[in-house]
Every structure is written in structure tokens, then in C-alpha cells.
């Protein structure tokens, strides 16, 4: 009998390894809707979809091995991770989903958003007064306007797959929709400033890296609290609290 391993586990969701089989559970129908519509849509390797009952999605493993994750090494070769960039490149450039993903957010809201949350981690001693007014002045660069492009919405490297110098898969499409491209690079970098330039490379365009490195202070400075709150250590080495302290 194959062992049943938890690959994540919170409050709002849970995703368990048997075999080659991974069985996402999820609270919120909603969000494996946008998964599977979103796999059958993105231009890129996505897992297969063995069966469906709600709350559980099954998808097949893919091959290969991810890039690495937050907080961890880094693996892959440089072309690896040029690779994944023209991954990216391509679905950004693909017909736009019908909805818009966690990428997708308007600058009102997320500018309110991060306001709030900024003054949260303050007021409730989670993090020094100048690592905050810091990451929220860089921040302020993201803060502009973007044309839709179809986001993944939580590219993490952990969900990226190669093996050797090939993408074989993208998984955890829950918040894909229309939403800012930059969001998705500054995401699948976060934590891994080194192999920017090689992700840029493969994704073959001019990019603002003020907007990338804008991003990075912007989505950790929102993640932090919520990280703690699931049983997560946004402080652990090379985590999002020393993402923002490579801004100071």
C-alpha cells in the first residue's frame, strides 16, 4: 500500500500524496472550479485530471522535479530556469480566461489592502515600524496600471516542474485569471534574486524590475501575518520576512 504523505495542510485546504496520485481537498468549491477550467485553458503542461467529487480533485504526478521552493536551495540549471520563463512568457501571452485571478486585483483594493495590513503588522508588534514604511514605499511601484495578461496567480517555484532543462508541468492553478504579468515574476522569484536575470532571459521581453522587486515587498508584506496564522514561519531563513529585509 502506498504511503499517504500531506504535502500541505491549513485550515482552507489540503493537498495529500498517494503513489502518483495527489488528492487536493478543498472547503471552497469555487476554487477547484478555477483550477480545472484553468488547467484546460493554459498553453503549458498541466497535471491530468483523473476524477473529480466534491471537495476532492485527484490529479495525476507530473515528472521531474520542481526548482526548488521559498526558503530552500535552489536547484535546476540556469537554462532550467530560462525555460520556465518562456513557460511563463507563453501563457501571459495566451487568450485571456474568463475571470480575474488573484493577480488581478485593483489597485484601489490592493493599495487599501496593503495599507491596512501594514498598519496591522505595526500596531501588533509582527514587525519593526522601519522594515514596514520601507517595503511599503517600494511597494508603491506595483501600484500601476497593467494590461490583463492570463496569470497563474500563485506561480511559486514549488509548483513549477523540470526535468533537466524542460518544463514538464505548472500545478495549483486555484487563483489562475486575468491579472498582472509581473505578478506571476515577481512571484516564481521570490526568494531566489539569483536567477532573475536567467527567468527574464527565457521570457524574452523588457521588464521592469522595479515593478518585480515592488511586487516581492508587496506580496510578503501581505502574506506574513496570514503565513503565521496557518501554522507557517514567514521568518524562517530566506522566507518573506527577509525578503523585505533585503529592501532596507
Avoid at 77 to 99: F, Q, T, V
Avoid at 123 to 140: I, K, S
Wanted: proline share 6%; hydrophobic share 45%.
Amino acid at each position: 500500500m502506498d504511503e499517504v504523505k500531506v504535502v500541505v495542510a491549513h485550515s482552507e485546504r489540503a493537498t495529500l500524496r498517494v503513489g502518483d496520485v495527489f488528492l487536493k481537498v478543498d472547503a471552497d468549491q469555487a476554487r477547484i472550479d478555477v483550477e480545472v477550467e484553468a488547467m484546460s485553458l493554459a498553453p503549458v503542461p498541466t497535471p491530468e485530471v483523473l476524477w473529480r467529487e466534491p471537495p476532492v480533485l485527484a490529479i495525476a504526478a507530473l515528472p521531474g522535479t520542481t526548482l526548488g521552493r521559498l526558503g530552500g536551495p535552489s536547484t535546476g540549471s540556469s537554462a532550467a530556469w530560462a525555460a520556465a520563463g518562456a513557460a511563463i512568457r507563453k501563457l501571459h501571452e495566451a487568450p485571456l480566461p474568463p475571470l480575474p485571478g488573484r493577480a488581478g486585483r485593483s489597485i484601489v483594493a490592493l493599495a487599501a489592502e496593503l495599507d491596512d495590513e501594514c498598519e496591522l503588522l505595526v500596531t501588533n508588534g509582527v514587525l519593526p515600524a522601519d522594515l514596514v514604511t520601507r517595503n511599503r514605499q517600494v511597494a508603491e511601484a506595483a501600484l500601476r496600471p497593467w494590461t490583463p495578461a492570463f496569470t497563474h496567480g500563485d506561480l511559486q517555484i514549488a509548483h513549477v516542474f523540470v526535468d533537466g532543462d524542460e518544463v514538464t508541468g505548472i500545478i495549483d492553478w486555484s487563483e489562475a485569471g486575468q491579472g498582472d504579468a509581473l505578478y506571476d515574476l515577481a512571484t516564481f522569484t521570490l526568494g531566489h534574486e539569483e536567477h532573475l536575470d536567467d527567468v527574464v532571459a527565457g521570457y524574452g521581453t523588457d521588464i521592469d524590475l522595479d515593478v518585480i522587486h515592488a511586487w516581492w515587498s508587496l506580496r510578503s508584506l501581505l502574506a506574513v501575518r496570514w503565513l503565521i496564522e496557518h501554522g507557517f514561519d514567514p521568518f524562517a531563513p530566506g522566507c518573506e520576512v527577509d525578503v523585505l529585509r533585503s529592501r532596507m
